[in-house]
């Protein structure tokens, strides 16, 4: 992890493909656990620290992770991400070109828990959840696509499915339709952008993931 935002409530990192957010089954140490090290040894801290988990990210998803390190900024954090007034941006390299450039993905999604997947339809079914995202390219290889996606709903596993449902299955994503895996097991899906205004002091924060170590993403990158 690579700690891109700190302050007195709030501690924004750069999660690597692979990492958990919070603790799961597999019994992985999770980056929560791995942020409260860092705040323990950096202010020397004793006994337990607090670190509030406000959203999550797909295990194999890089980028940006907000957490809260006061519990006003918790409960604030926790009402500013439902409503809408956190806004984050992805970048995805997509194989193959989608057929418009710019354009608004409306789907009605199903999840399937005991696949740990869900599917995109055009029309509603039954259980289904209405998703939408707007999507712009901003850039492209031969054989890939990057895309730039603001998210208007948040719904499981949403960029993936979506974009897969498009024609356009994120880079690695196996379970989505990539026809094959990245070597390091991640997804091409980057948490790139997050924007909103601090919890407590107001101010406009905005903060930008570096980029994966991937020659791709260097590449074709704008």
């Known amino acids: 992890m690579q700690v891109v935002y700190e302050d007195n409530h709030i501690i924004i990192v750069s999660k690597r493909s692979g990492e958990i957010v919070q603790g799961d089954k597999t019994g992985d140490e999770p980056l929560s656990e791995t942020v409260k090290q860092y705040i323990k040894a950096k202010y020397q801290k004793p006994g337990n620290v607090f670190l509030g988990v406000v959203h999550r990210l797909d295990r194999p998803v890089s980028g940006l992770v907000v957490f809260a390190k006061t519990s006003k900024a918790l409960s604030r954090l926790n009402n500013m991400f439902r409503d809408g007034e956190v806004h984050k941006t992805y970048w995805a390299i997509v194989k193959n070109k989608p057929r418009l450039e710019e354009a608004e993905l409306v789907n009605w999604?199903?999840?399937?828990?005991?696949?740990?997947?869900?599917?995109?339809?055009?029309?509603?079914?039954?259980?289904?959840?209405?998703?939408?995202?707007?999507?712009?390219?901003?850039?492209?290889?031969?054989?890939?696509?990057?895309?730039?996606?603001?998210?208007?709903?948040?719904?499981?596993?949403?960029?993936?499915?979506?974009?897969?449902?498009?024609?356009?299955?994120?880079?690695?994503?196996?379970?989505?339709?990539?026809?094959?895996?990245?070597?390091?097991?991640?997804?091409?899906?980057?948490?790139?952008?997050?924007?909103?205004?601090?919890?407590?002091?107001?101010?406009?924060?905005?903060?930008?993931?570096?980029?994966?170590?991937?020659?791709?993403?260097?590449?074709?990158?704008?």
């Not at 990539?178 to 948490?191: H, Q």
């Open 109 to 222: 999604i199903v999840r399937n828990e005991k696949q740990n997947k869900s599917y995109a339809y055009d029309h509603e079914v039954k259980n289904s959840k209405k998703a939408i995202l707007r999507y712009k390219m901003i850039g492209s290889s031969d054989h890939y696509s990057l895309l730039e996606v603001n998210l208007l709903t948040g719904r499981h596993h949403q960029i993936r499915c979506q974009l897969a449902k498009m024609g356009c299955p994120i880079k690695g994503d196996l379970k989505y339709g990539a026809p094959r895996s990245n070597p390091d097991g991640s997804i091409s899906l980057l948490s790139h952008r997050v924007e909103f205004v601090h919890p407590v002091s107001k101010e406009t924060i905005v903060v930008e993931a570096p980029l994966p170590d991937d020659n791709l993403w260097k590449a074709i990158a704008p």
